[in-house]
């Protein structure tokens, strides 16, 4: 390092006095800073205390050769510009002393003019070497920079779910992530694999779409992937062309989704509404036929028929009106846009008025009901809407898969931090596998005696529904042909107020 | 029909009564004979008591597939005939393909003579099914 900028640094090793001091007194007026040694061993501790642009070393003096104080100076700065002076110059001299890193050699004896000239071209040697050691460093550093930047950009990419990887222009493999590898299924690949023919076809083909057209078009492509039979994994492998700075192709870059949970939520949510697509068909089928055979002359329907094939239409558009109610109910609950009016209700209040509110359908069958009120205080908090609607439902299925002159028995009463609601009938029963599927959507048990009972086959999935989003629970028991048992388990929160009332 | 032919017997089996009472007047008005069942069990006892020349079922009873069931079980011993079987559904995307036998496996799954959407075009049905009369005269 230059320590004065204007005046160059000067270090002057000679036994000779005469010419030390003259040469000293000779480059101090033309500007440099000139420092003296008398001999070899104390040239070289002096270059170690301070750093100089320049030396001048006498090759001949008593106690080290100018060629070893050369060497010495040049492991403490590489960088210094040094001169050999030799009275003695003989081409092999300046040979050797120039191969040992010597600038340059100066024969004695020099005229000033001589020395000036040739220390100014080694001075501009010297701050050349110096800009380029500058340089030199500061690429250095850009380098590690981007290592550091590579090596960032690696961790960001590995800690992301989506796999990404990408490809230049000739199909090598350029970048990719751990998660790519994982998707892909792919154990043994290395920067600069040529990889489109071990990729999935589908992503090769949408990877050679752009490499093929050979010009950077900022489409992506994009495709799902059953990556796993059995919609295990399923993917979706999105296709990006990556630019040059000038805007040429440089690769592409795929990035890969996992998208297998969606799926399967698509899926059930499409075969739902296929399913209530189907349910809603049927009725107006019914419909549709009745009105055909009544229009349709040549069948001749008469009066009473038509009448009980209106009959037969009117109910089935009410049972299709109820679907449709039904359906909107659980369309709400699934979106959790009811409006929900929590409130202390007591759930012996509940069920009282739930029967009065059935009364005529008890009648109609000849059913008698049974309520037995076995706790003190029955009240929990929830929606009253709900509440009403569960045990309608229950109580209503109670009714109308009963035996005419049945009964249905209904008992109230605390069961640790639940309510335990029991709803049971003399009804018809269930097999174990009508058991199994009480609660789906739609499932009705189809039998001899179900026939004609109307419902929409979502009484029950509603019920569920409804328990479930108080975090309670339901049982059942049955035995066919004798009687249904439902076991509704709601949980008591206590409340601040509760709690100070029972102390 | 022509004239000199046997009157055909068709049974029709469907859980819905609505449907199989229209369906049943739709095919007498054509001159068939009718019987009914309403589940699997029921169209099986029918099918062998009453050796019906046809049988149109309706796919989704008990069991979403009740209808291939009872096909498969008519299809393999009707009495050393061959016994047309439709099956009628309104349930066409269901399971998220269309009923269609192109392939082997279909074919096997499947195994009746066509399906057919509900709510039925009575001419296709009447069509299909007297094509396959004929063509066993």
Known sequence: ???????????????????????????????????????????????????????????????????????????????????????????????????????????????????????????????????????KKEREERLLEIAYEKTRLKTILNSITEGALVVNKTGELVLYNSSALKYLDLHEIFIGDVILEILPPEITEMIKKFIDSNEYIPNS???????????????????????????????????????????????????????????????????????????????????????????????????????????????????????????????????????DFLELELKKKGITANLSIGCSDCHLMADQNEINRLFTNLISNAIKYNKDNGSIDLEIKRSGNYLRIRVSDTGIGLKAEEKAKLFQEFFRVKNDKTRGISGTGLGLSIVKRIVDSYAGKIEVESEFNVGTTFLIFLPIKENGQSSSTQK | MSFNEKVKKIMLVDDDIDLLEQHKMLLESKGYLIVTAENVEDGWNVFKKEKPDAAIIDLIMEEHDSGFVLCHRIKRDSFGKQIPVFILTSATYMTGFKFGSSTSEEKEWINCDAVLNKPIVFEELLQKMEAFFETKV
């Open chain 1, 1 to 135: 390092m230059v320590v004065d900028d204007l005046k160059p640094q000067v270090l002057i090793i000679d036994d000779e006095k005469g010419l030390r001091l003259g040469t000293k007194r000779l480059l101090e007026s033309e500007g440099f800073i000139a420092d003296v040694a008398e001999n070899g061993t104390e040239g070289i501790n002096l270059a170690r205390s301070k750093p100089f642009d320049l030396a001048i070393i006498d090759l001949k003096m008593p106690d080290l050769d100018g060629i070893e104080v050369l060497k010495e100076i040049r492991k403490i700065d590489p960088n210094i510009v040094c001169f050999i002076a030799t009275a003695y110059a003989s081409y092999e001299t300046a040979i050797e002393s120039t191969k040992l890193g010597a600038y340059s050699y100066i024969p004695k004896p020099f005229t000033p003019e001589e020395l000036l000239l040739q220390l100014k071209k080694g001075y501009e040697k010297r701050l050349l070497i110096l800009e380029a050691e500058k340089l």
């Open chain 1, 221 to 355: 492509y994009s495709t799902q992937i059953e990556l796993k039979p059995n919609k295990e994994l399923i993917v979706e492998a999105t296709c990006s062309p990556v630019p040059h700075a000038d805007g040429s192709l440089a690769g592409v870059v795929t990035v890969i989704r996992n998208i297998t949970e969606a799926k399967k939520v698509e899926d059930i949510k499409s075969q739902f509404v296929s399913m209530v697509a189907h349910e809603l068909k049927t009725p107006v089928a019914a419909v549709i036929g009745f009105i055909k055979i009544i229009l349709d002359d040549t069948f001749g329907v008469k009066p009473e028929q038509q009448k009980d094939f209106l009959n037969r239409s009117y109910v089935r558009l009410n049972g299709l009106l109820a679907m449709v109610n039904d359906l909107l109910d659980i369309s709400r609950m699934e979106l959790r846009k009811t409006q929900r009016e929590i409130k202390e209700l007591d759930i012996a209040q509940v069920l009282k008025s739930t029967l």
